[in-house]
């Protein structure tokens, strides 16, 4: 693997892992999946990414970009062997315009981390369940959700312009900071969803929001799953913006009770956890409506 000295040219030896521990420990994800890369490439710059993608296109080298590796799918493992590009350590947050309503990061940010620097004024409001390990460059390529969905939308509803690095190198820089622009291909959107097969995102710029004024959270108890599925089709039917919905059936039920040692009655089939936000008075008339659809 001649490569090898070449990487170590560009970002130093001690960023280029080539020992069978080390590759080992990227050859897994939150999967059940494995992949064993060839070497493991830590990057720390937009101009590293750029070379070391150079070198792989001339060589016809496989890479595969990765952040934090949360992945449940082995979106990020090396299936046929190559490289795996690491951007773990871009995890610097560049700016925060408030103001403005956008911040810049780097991909390696965790999203935890964005939002605890946000705090308290403003949020960034994708919340996948892995949030406090989740990078932003990950939940990017994959277009990352969580509970929040229902409401705020996915990531890509939140990237407003990216740096890429193409796989012969070349650097792009498209989207806008403005709120609102119809400036050509929207090439944004297109880098956002393609898991890294498009390009290595190197930046982002991404949109947020003013921390809601009041939050309010409620537990519905039903007797089975179409009670419950009834309730929640009549809170949304009725126009209230509930800001997370959540479900949990009997067997869930169970598996909660036993770990967490609860004693929810068996008599109740099905749990609604849901979250509502906005303007004080607003959510509280709304929680008075969710209480009489949930008792109809």
Known sequence: MDYIQELIKIVGEKNVKTDQIERLCHSRDMSVHEGIPDAVVFAKTTEEVSKILKLAYENEIKVI?????????????????????????????????????????????????????????????????????????GMVSTNASGNRAIKYGTTKDYVMALEVVLADGRILRTGSTAPKTSAGYDLVHLFSRAEGTLGVITEVTVKILPMPEYIAFAQLWFSDVEDAGKAAEGILGAGIPLSSCEILDRLSIEVVNKAMGLNIPENVGCILFIEIDGNKQAVKENIEKINRIAKE
């Open 65 to 137: 970009p990765r952040g934090s590796g949360t992945s449940t799918t082995g979106a990020v493992l090396p299936c046929f062997g190559g490289i795996i590009l690491d951007v773990s350590r871009m995890n610097k947050i560049k700016e925060i315009h408030r103001k403005d309503g956008y911040a810049v990061v780097e991909p390696g940010v965790i999203c935890q981390q964005l939002n605890n620097a946000l705090a308290p004024t403003h949020f960034f409001p994708p919340d996948p369940g892995s949030a406090t390990i989740a990078s932003i460059g």
